[in-house]
């Protein structure tokens, strides 16, 4: 079989994703991660094999995986073949606190300029929360903020951790936020700060964005202190549209905004750079469910629609959100986060079924 060519620049560039499906298939780097990822990771693939579209999945390490074999949670090796591949698909990993380790994510990260981290955050249907018709974006910047590293003790007792917010890093993602809002038809961008006591970091942040607004006349522009923000959310989150937040507010506001649609396991995520994305859940690891074969695959399984619209592949997305949709509107299918008592494997195979029958009914109307 002939073999299609090599991944360049222009096949991970997410605003030049391949044209038309490789031949060979797909080459996507799969990161299992630590705790969960494995096996969330692995409905994942179930999933997307199921849509009949060919993968060639590379397995790379990363976690502890990559210590194991390399002394490095992101190892250089796995940085390559993630910049060689068509897309990533990523399983969360572990970082210890307090000590130990940097994080791999961090990591990857700034190694890969993956600068916008975009978690879409909507209500499933079938899914009872306090909150209907959840429907945002948050726009989290990926690469600096207090997680450049930077601390250092001062003197015994005194540490002095760094924020570094750059004019560069703020324009750039508040672009990505404005050009997302267009091509998604969103109405509303909102700058979320803390620039009353943050002046000159988020001051700078909240100037950049107030600079790119402006040439986006089409979509409204507002601001937010982030406490105010998160009083907001609680209170009603269909207030609000497309967030765009520094990192670490971002991260914060990600997981405020997950359980405001049922949790940590049905929001999903996608990493961003010039060259290449890296698709992933915003969940971490967790090891308190971890090998119990409980854990919901969903937020995976949203991000891998993430990375099949990344690649052109929107009918196969459809078919995947379809099928995610279709098992919480028509059955009681649930893993125990939602109440239920399914397995990761019973509700995977749940969505398998109904891809399959997706797939089958696009091949004999065609
Ligand atoms: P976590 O997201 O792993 O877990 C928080 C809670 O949500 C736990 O009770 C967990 O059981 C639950 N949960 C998470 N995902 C779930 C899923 N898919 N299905 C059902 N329940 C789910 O957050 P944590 O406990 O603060 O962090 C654990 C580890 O993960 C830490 O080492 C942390 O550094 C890491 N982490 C990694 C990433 C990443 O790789 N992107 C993100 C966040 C945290």
Not at 170 to 194: D, P
Not at 269 to 279: H, K, S
């Amino acid at each position: 079989m002939p073999s299609s060519p090599a991944p360049n620049k222009e096949s991970c560039n997410p605003m030049t994703a391949p044209l038309s499906r490789p031949v060979d298939g797909y080459k996507i780097a799969v990161l299992d991660g630590d705790g969960i990822g494995p096996e969330v990771m692995q409905a994942a693939r179930q999933v997307l094999t199921a849509t009949g579209i060919i993968f060639q999945w590379e397995s790379v390490s990363a976690g502890a995986a990559g210590i194991a074999l390399y002394g490095k949670a992101m190892p250089d090796e796995s940085l390559a073949m993630i910049k060689a591949a068509h897309a990533s698909l990523k399983g969360p990993t572990s970082t210890p606190i307090g000590h130990g380790h940097t994080s791999a994510n961090v990591a990857l990260r700034k190694a890969l300029s993956l600068y916008a981290n975009l978690r879409p955050v909507q209500s499933l249907p079938g899914v009872p929360t306090r909150y209907e018709g959840v429907d945002l974006v948050i726009v989290r910047e990926n690469t600096e903020d207090l997680y450049a590293g930077l601390e250092h003790v001062v003197v015994p007792g005194v540490v002095v951790g760094m924020k570094v917010i750059t004019e560069t890093a703020s324009l750039r993602i508040a672009e990505f936020a404005f050009q997302h809002a267009v091509k998604h038809g969103r109405r509303r961008v909102t700058a979320v700060h803390k620039a009353n006591i943050m002046k000159l970091a988020d001051g700078l942040f909240l100037n950049c964005c107030r600079r790119v607004a402006t040439k986006y006349p089409s979509v409204s522009y507002d601001e937010v202190i982030v406490d105010a923000l998160c009083m907001q959310l609680v209170k009603d989150p269909t207030r609000f549209d497309t967030l765009v937040l520094e990192n670490l507010y971002g991260d914060i506001v990600s997981d405020l905004c997950a359980g405001l649609v049922g949790g940590l396991g049905v929001v999903p995520g996608a990493n961003i750079g010039e060259d290449c994305a890296v698709f992933e859940a915003v969940h971490g690891s967790a090891p308190d469910i971890a090998g119990k074969n409980i854990a919901n695959p969903t937020a995976i399984l949203l991000s891998s629609c993430m990375m099949l619209e990344f690649l052109n592949e929107p009918e196969a997305a459809k078919q995947v959100r379809r099928a995610i949709d279709e098992v919480y509107s028509k059955t009681r299918i649930r893993t125990p986060d939602l109440g239920g008592t399914a397995t990761t494997d019973v509700f995977t195979n749940a969505v398998i079924d109904q891809v399959k029958r997706y797939v089958q009914e696009a091949a004999s109307a065609s």
